[in-house]
């Protein structure tokens, strides 16, 4: 626990430049993320759920343009995320794989959190699939112990 002298001051006063700096990293790292995760997470669901991750199944899941998700998918593939196979569509490689578990993970374990605080089911869903791209790991696992704590687990 962060003792009070330790916190940062909540009353707008400036904190020292190189923990801004690290900080706004941190964020733009996330933002840059974001989209990989969505992309994997939804093409893992897609190959558990029907077997197979079509562009066009893809586009019409986020709600965009099947040329945008060309795009993407180039930039996952060359990444490393994902395979593209002709006339079999995309398929996740093991680190897209990891990478869609963890992703599916964080997102489980905030609206868990979230549910617990008694938000609503459908805006704890909405509000995770945003906090689990920015969530640290320390606060997630403070997530998690709030959560078994909540349903009378031990934290």
Same mark, same amino acid.
């Given at each position: 626990?962060?003792?009070?002298?330790?916190?940062?001051?909540?009353?707008?006063?400036?904190?020292?430049?190189?923990?801004?700096?690290?900080?706004? *990293? /941190? %964020?733009?790292? &996330?933002? +840059?993320?974001?989209?990989?995760?969505?992309? @994997?997470?939804?093409?893992?669901?897609? =190959? !558990?759920?029907?077997?197979?991750? *079509? /562009? %066009?199944?893809? &586009?019409? +899941?986020?709600?965009?343009?099947?040329?945008? @998700?060309?795009?993407?998918?180039?930039? =996952? !593939?060359?990444?490393?995320?994902?395979? /593209?196979?002709?006339?079999?569509?995309?398929?996740?490689?093991?680190?897209?794989?990891?990478?869609?578990?963890?992703?599916?993970?964080?997102?489980?374990?905030?609206?868990?959190?979230?549910?617990?605080?008694?938000?609503?089911?459908?805006?704890?869903?909405?509000?995770?699939?945003?906090?689990?791209?920015?969530?640290?790991?320390?606060?997630?696992?403070?997530?998690?112990?709030?959560?078994?704590?909540?349903?009378?687990?031990?934290?």
């Amino acid at each position: 626990m962060v003792k009070p002298d330790e916190a940062t001051s909540l009353k707008g006063t400036l904190i020292e430049a190189e923990r801004q700096v690290e900080s706004f *990293r /941190q %964020v733009r790292e &996330a933002h +840059r993320m974001e989209l990989v995760e969505d992309y @994997v997470e939804l093409i893992s669901d897609l =190959l !558990a759920d029907g077997g197979e991750a *079509r /562009q %066009v199944d893809i &586009a019409t +899941r986020l709600g965009v343009a099947q040329p945008t @998700v060309a795009k993407m998918l180039r930039r =996952l !593939a060359r990444d490393g995320w994902v395979v /593209q196979r002709p006339y079999r569509g995309v398929f996740l490689t093991p680190e897209g794989e990891a990478l869609a578990h963890a992703s599916r993970e964080r997102h489980q374990t905030v609206e868990r959190f979230l549910l617990a605080l008694g938000v609503d089911p459908d805006t704890a869903r909405r509000d995770a699939e945003g906090i689990e791209h920015h969530v640290s790991e320390q606060t997630l696992a403070l997530f998690e112990a709030f959560v078994r704590r909540a349903e009378g687990g031990e934290g």
